[in-house]
């Protein structure tokens, strides 16, 4: 079972990100000034997320599928992930669900709501079938599609040859530069706004679903650069990670500079991840990293109270009170962040203890037999053949018990053979 790997430079980032689709959300901008411009790139925080995803999913959980698929491998990678963006998503579902139904507003979603419901329920929604019920959660349904294709992808972009990462990192490159040109049914659906190229996040069309593979396999293919030694001597200089920060701040404050954004997260997710250098101090901070830690349930709840920061800002304009968005958007943030840490400590971190509390008992059962191969090894008397039970007392010839060659195939290479090439070498040879 993999350890847990924070990067908490990482886990900073992800804390602006989630502030910066918020701040998106609650206080629209128009114009192409440097303000503006920067905030109306808040919608690319989406695409920040997705390419974060696939680092840390790479950095946690590619070792579990680097010698191939493993069955028991992806159900314990997907019972994690569901620990982990379930339990939220599912009870902000349910609630706003129904709200709907209570209010009698039903017939603002296509089709029947059971079936929408239903479909919102199992994370599938943006999959072509439905519309989210919480309007951001379009992104965990096409991240939940990431996550099922993830020992696929793990084998080919993490793991695979040299060629198929050139491959990946061409067909992602194409995959993104093609939905943001075009302008038909097929990329854009049913959506009519569009803040930006990348803006696509309907449920009837590809865009979304495009969107999120192609970041979170250049996250996975950031993760294999970051392996390269030149790589992070390069990445991980001081002046380059913070040239790489001051880069995406200024393509931030640039009118259509989207394409070039999200070719610049790769980068700097992997200079921040070698914590060197002043921007990686900063977004490790203990205020920022607690930013951090709630940002999932920060980007999750905040749609509903888009509502109440207009409300709030149409009150404070009236009494002519000057900035009356900024005051609101300030406010409704501050009540955002406050549930979201209440809804963190709640939800998401008990779901998370209760499924690793699940998992121990097999984790100590793979231990378990750890230790019972290390035995044998040490105390060779002791060890016991694997394939039929019965005791040995030479550790390198551990199948004479059989008598024969042909007898000795009933019982398999022990475990501990893998990692002891010289025994393995006395037991070829016997």
Known sequence: MPVHNEIRSLTGLRGIAALSVVIYHFHPTVGDGLTPTFFRHGYLAV????????FVMALNYGSMFRDGFSASAYRTFLTKRMARVY???LFVTTCLA???LLGGTTHIFSGSFP???TANVLMIQTWGIAPSIAHSAWSISTEWAAYLLFPLLASILLYGRKLYAALGIIGCLTGIITVSLMDSPLVLGSQTLRNGPLDLSTFDSIGPMVRCIAGFSLGLL???LRSITQAQDILGSPPIALAAGIAVLTATCIPRTDILLVMLFPPLIISLSLQRGLVAQILSTQAIYTLGVWSYAIYLIHGPFSILQRVLAEGLARHSIHGAGMISTSVTLAIVVTLSAIAYKAIEKPSRSLVQTL???RAR???SAQATDTQALQDPARYRCPGCGSETGSVTQ???HHGTLCGALACFTPPWLTTNFAQASAFISC
């Open 47 to 54: 695409d920040l997320f997705f390419v974060l995803s696939g």
């Open 87 to 89: 339990p939220l998503y």
């Open 98 to 100: 129904a709200i709907v």
């Open 115 to 117: 079936a929408v419901f």
């Open 222 to 224: 950031a993760y294999r």
């Open 359 to 361: 998992l121990r008992p």
């Open 365 to 367: 059962g793979d231990l």
């Open 398 to 400: 551990p199948r004479d």
